[in-house]
DNA sequence: GACTGTGAAGTAGTTCACAGCT
DNA sequence: AGCTGTGAACTACTTCACAGTC
């Protein structure tokens, strides 16, 4: 009865998207519980870490069984706040926002793409995987259609500063960025970035070094 | 004259591409010295670590002065092993790797694209991006015909380890998988992960639980 | 006997703060 | 005076190891 909610650390926030995929696995497969170790095992870590990060969460699992599989998908679902869908909109309709776009794998895993704008009133009016693509000055009126917008910048990076600014003027609290820039934004408001060719060049830095450095 | 090569931390590794890109910039501009504190700012860092990151490189700047942007970009690019091209192999000619394919950062950023693969023998000789689809048996043959070849994984997840695996037999020695499944390889092999989706999850969980995790 | 939950120990990464060079 | 390079202090994260529960 002692639901502590401790402060999550972010290393253990980075890995509950990974249980997220092993249990919808799991729950898929009819299998009902599941030991720390088990889970560990799909999910490319060790018991230890599960054990700890699930503590985190409040989560009781049962000693000498394990957790159950149906709960510990609700909670964690619960606890990355997937129990609703965040709509997302896409700025930049180039090569990177096109694909994103296209890409089912963001609607399928709760983040539909509500819309996507460009500032190329060529590409505007365009459709993309189903969606037309709206001018920039839409933004405001997007945001304010959906509840919680995620706004993804899918842009070149030199235009990147300007998006986020744009995004935040026109009330969006959350931004992953996708543009090789670095975009700053006002406290209050959720920043990540992806970039997708640092990957590569961490593999070519191991490579050189003939040194394997293997990452789930 | 003590050019130490020191064990390089993972996450200094990680912060090496950001630095890179920065170095870029400063070199277009024709800025000739930088000192970590400036390059702490346009990285999204501080300067403490930009100092010792660079010292594990060996790399010394001047002390009073900074670091000579045109050797400190040299050395950079010889520690990520990007004095070379990175030819890399796409698997899966779906949304993503179509995607992947026609994003042209990575062949900017020195890993063009040498060719794209599938099972699928209906897209077997479409083009995407310049390259034609070509038939997965073919795997051996393309790493045979580039050097250092690096794997991209960009199919559904239930085929991501029969593709890791197929990767590994033709000898590719580094692999990026995008497909949102956990894949192993041999200890000698280099692999690393991009899950698109994942940062979007991660910030449902700051936004559900209102608190702010700003990341460069 | 099996397996969780967690303090304690160990490891990795960050930041401080300042000596030392230009 | 300005700025690097780095031990030392600190903070975050991981792993161990075992008491507690079923």
Chains 1, 2 share one sequence.
Do not use: C
């Amino acid at each position: 009865m002692d639901r502590t909610p401790r402060r999550i650390p972010a290393a253990t926030v980075a890995r509950l998207p990974e249980y997220l995929r092993v249990l919808v696995g799991l729950a898929s497969d009819r299998i009902a519980t599941v030991s720390s170790d088990r889970l560990a095992e799909l999910a490319g870590v060790n018991g230890a870490k599960v054990r700890k990060d699930l503590s985190y969460l409040g989560t009781y699992g049962t000693r000498g069984v394990g957790y159950d599989v149906d709960f510990l998908l609700f909670q964690m679902r619960e606890a990355l706040g997937l129990t609703q869908d965040w709509p997302v909109v896409v700025v930049g309709a180039g090569n990177l926002g096109r694909a994103l776009a296209n890409y089912g794998g963001f609607g399928e895993r709760g983040f539909p793409v509500a819309a996507i704008v460009d500032s190329d009133p060529a590409k505007v009016g365009t459709e993309i995987g189903g969606t037309i693509v709206r001018p920039v000055a839409d933004l405001a009126g997007i945001v304010a259609e959906h509840h919680h917008v995620i706004g993804v910048i899918a842009t070149p990076g030199h235009v990147a500063q300007a998006v986020a600014d744009a995004l935040v003027v026109a009330g969006v609290q959350a931004i992953l960025n996708f543009a090789p820039a670095l975009v700053s934004v006002p406290p209050h408001i959720s920043l990540r970035k992806v970039d997708l060719a640092l990957e590569l060049q961490v593999l070519s830095f191991y490579q050189s070094h003939r040194e394997t450095r293997a990452v789930g």
